[in-house]
């Protein structure tokens, strides 16, 4: 099993709907999680970070976490045709020290016209 | 810059050449990583620093893989004798201490391709 699943897709979405992306983690002392927007041919962009059970707002963005179900998510409202990326979900094990981040293998997501 | 840079962008060696790959972090970063992605996948840790010190190295796949951070700033990853399945994109991020959640910040890649 791996320690960060995420539904590969593609996850195709008409514009101006919300798109929702699913992650789940195996390992229970996970602590801080985060949301990565790769775009094709880019290095991955840190779009939402959260650390406590349940939602995280910012703009168009909402992240969501249940640690007792091992479940994170990313909602994306009105999409946008840029919203089309790959969204990596990441986790890391240790609380306020660095350690390393574990990622999943990414969502691509289509926004179509 | 403000940002992670890296360089070189783009590196083709042929099998056996040695290669060294370069990150320089954020201003002020304490802690730097190295990570590795393959063509469909997510990043795969490779190396962590904090400062000088290379607090974890679970990730580097042979001993051909060999990183350094000497005065705790700019880092070089260096591959020796590379093989075909070395070739990938090398990502470095780096993340400020002070930062609670550990948010990491990417630089832009080294695309390394092995003939």
């Known amino acids: 099993q791996k320690e960060v699943e995420q539904n590969s897709g593609p996850l195709s979405v008409p514009e101006g709907a919300i798109a929702s992306l699913n992650c789940t983690y195996s390992d229970r002392v996970s602590q801080s999680f985060f949301w990565y927007r790769q775009y094709s041919g880019k290095s991955p962009e840190l779009i939402m970070s959260i650390y406590s059970n349940g939602d995280k707002e910012d703009g168009r963005f909402t992240a969501q976490l249940n640690k007792a179900s091992q479940y994170v998510s990313l909602l994306i409202r009105d999409s946008q045709p840029s919203d089309s990326a790959t969204y990596l979900c990441a986790v890391n094990k240790q609380d306020s020290s660095a350690s390393k981040i574990i990622f999943g293998s990414g969502t691509r997501l289509s926004i179509r016209p | 810059g403000a940002g992670v840079s890296q360089s070189p962008r783009y590196k083709v060696a042929k099998r056996g050449q040695d290669v060294a790959l370069r990150c320089d972090p954020i201003s002020g970063h304490v802690s730097l990583f190295w990570y590795q992605q393959a063509l469909g996948q997510g990043p795969e840790f490779l190396t962590y620093?904090?400062?000088?010190?290379?607090?974890?190295k679970s990730g580097l796949p042979s001993d051909r893989f060999f990183a350094e951070r000497p005065e705790g700033s700019v880092s070089t990853l260096k591959i020796q004798r590379t093989q075909q399945e070395d070739s990938a994109v090398y990502l470095c991020a780096s993340s400020s201490y002070r930062s609670s959640y550990n948010e990491q910040f990417f630089g832009p890649g080294t695309r390394l391709t092995v003939l």
């Open positions: 620093f904090q400062n000088e010190a290379q607090l974890d």
